[in-house]
């Protein structure tokens, strides 16, 4: 039943989305054609050309925020309106469990993410065709990921699997968090939306204390580096040959986790005991 979500809610999604990212592209190329233009403004006596980049830019800026917020917003009141509208009477009724609904909805949203982010990544490829070199931008990335594994004295490989898995719980813990958050302002009588961005806004508050005060009293103490010396040069130079900072790391996926693991268990159990329609 879980794929027949999945098709169901892809099919609802990927019209208005495609379109918002097949526009995202066509700037690029618009951009693209008119940097030549530009660069040849002096074919003209007025810098028409030239104003019309100025704005394309600040057009080109405001698509670009505009591809992550609209597609937030559909999708978040896609959720709402599935969830805790009229339309809930009959996705309540469906012979599926509360976890299949949140389950799926959230793999369609991590995937609009990352296709998002290839078309931001591909219309950006087009407007800076001549300089832009993603050979080189993944080749500094890569060596950055290996560095960190050596002061990590850690595999590159687990670096990246590490860095991967922490990046996907950072997102399932935005989206749930909007989820879980929806569904506490349900349980309101009144000002139901009001109830779910104050619960959203409280949550990370509460989120980020929590991160600061671990950062103060347990992780830094788990920090164990290592300084040799050795003369070079006629100098005593100092470096460090190692850094014990997987407890850091670990505890900030663990904690992520634990995050996602309480947001969808409370999204599922008022979808599943305490859902109000009225």
């Given at each position: 039943?879980?794929?027949?979500?999945?098709?169901?809610?892809w099919?609802?999604?990927?019209?208005?989305?495609?379109?918002?990212?097949?526009?995202?592209?066509?700037?690029?190329?618009?951009?693209?054609?008119?940097i030549?233009?530009?660069q040849?403004?002096?074919?003209t006596?007025i810098?028409?050309?030239?104003?019309?980049?100025?704005l394309?830019?600040?057009?080109?800026?405001?698509?670009?925020?505009?591809?992550?917020?609209?597609?937030?917003?559909?999708?978040?009141?896609?959720?709402y309106?599935?969830?805790?509208?009229?339309?809930?009477y009959?996705?309540?009724?469906?012979?599926?469990?509360?976890?299949?609904?949140?389950?799926?909805?959230?793999?369609?949203?991590?995937?609009?993410?990352?296709?998002?982010g290839?078309?931001l990544?591909?219309?950006?490829?087009?407007?800076?065709?001549q300089s832009?070199?993603?050979?080189?931008?993944?080749?500094?990335?890569?060596?950055?990921?290996?560095?960190?594994?050596?002061?990590?004295?850690?595999?590159?490989v687990?670096?990246?699997?590490?860095?991967?898995l922490?990046?996907?719980?950072?997102?399932?813990?935005?989206v749930?968090?909007?989820?879980?958050?929806?569904?506490?302002?349900?349980?309101?009588?009144s000002?139901?939306?009001?109830?779910?961005?104050?619960?959203?806004?409280g949550?990370?508050?509460?989120?980020?204390?929590?991160?600061a005060?671990?950062?103060?009293?347990?992780?830094?103490?788990?920090?164990v580096?290592?300084?040799?010396?050795?003369?070079?040069?006629?100098?005593?130079?100092?470096?460090?040959?190692?850094?014990?900072g997987?407890?850091?790391?670990?505890?900030?996926?663990?904690?992520?986790?634990?995050?996602?693991?309480?947001?969808?268990?409370?999204?599922?159990?008022?979808?599943?005991?305490?859902?109000?329609?009225?």
């Amino acid at each position: 039943m879980l794929k027949k979500l999945l098709k169901h809610e892809w099919k609802a999604t990927w019209r208005n989305l495609t379109l918002l990212n097949g526009g995202i592209i066509l700037l690029g190329i618009l951009g693209r054609i008119m940097i030549p233009l530009v660069q040849n403004s002096r074919l003209t006596n007025i810098s028409i050309f030239a104003i019309a980049s100025v704005l394309c830019i600040l057009f080109y800026i405001f698509a670009i925020f505009a591809v992550a917020i609209v597609t937030n917003v559909l999708l978040i009141g896609r959720f709402y309106r599935n969830m805790f509208t009229d339309e809930g009477y009959l996705m309540h009724t469906l012979p599926v469990t509360p976890g299949s609904h949140i389950i799926s909805k959230l793999l369609v949203y991590m995937a609009w993410f990352v296709i998002d982010g290839f078309s931001l990544a591909a219309s950006i490829s087009i407007l800076l065709s001549q300089s832009m070199q993603w050979g080189s931008f993944f080749g500094t990335l890569w060596d950055g990921i290996q560095a960190m594994g050596e002061v990590l004295g850690t595999p590159s490989v687990l670096v990246l699997f590490y860095l991967l898995l922490t990046l996907l719980a950072v997102m399932c813990s935005f989206v749930l968090c909007i989820y879980f958050s929806a569904s506490v302002g349900n349980l309101f009588n009144s000002h139901k939306k009001l109830g779910a961005v104050l619960c959203y806004v409280g949550i990370n508050m509460a989120v980020q204390f929590l991160q600061a005060m671990s950062l103060i009293f347990f992780n830094w103490d788990s920090l164990v580096v290592s300084v040799e010396t050795r003369q070079a040069a006629g100098e005593t130079v100092s470096y460090v040959s190692h850094v014990n900072g997987w407890p850091v790391l670990l505890s900030v996926l663990l904690f992520y986790l634990l995050l996602d693991a309480l947001y969808f268990l409370g999204t599922q159990r008022i979808l599943a005991k305490q859902l109000n329609l009225e």
